[in-house]
């Protein structure tokens, strides 16, 4: 099982109602699924933060860094 979670949540995220975790069976949809989500809030949120994707384990964790 693979996991993509957010490492921290931001307001936007929090407003948005995208879950902070999600479990996929295999590692192509879980990688797809986190690069997804990550451009989508590099596009859609207020600007403050940039969003990426790193590997820890079975874990795909969207990192949140100040712009």
């Not at 307001?11 to 879950?19: I, L, N, V, Y």
């Not at 479990?23 to 940039?50: Q, Y």
């Amino acid at each position: 099982m693979f996991n993509v979670r957010m490492e921290k949540e931001c307001g936007c995220f929090k407003r948005s109602g995208m879950p902070s975790v999600k479990t996929f069976d295999n590692k192509d949809d879980a990688l797809s699924e986190a690069g997804e989500w990550a451009e989508e809030m590099n596009e859609t949120f207020c600007k403050k933060h940039n969003f990426a994707v790193i590997e820890e384990g079975n874990d795909l964790v969207i990192t949140v860094a100040m712009n």
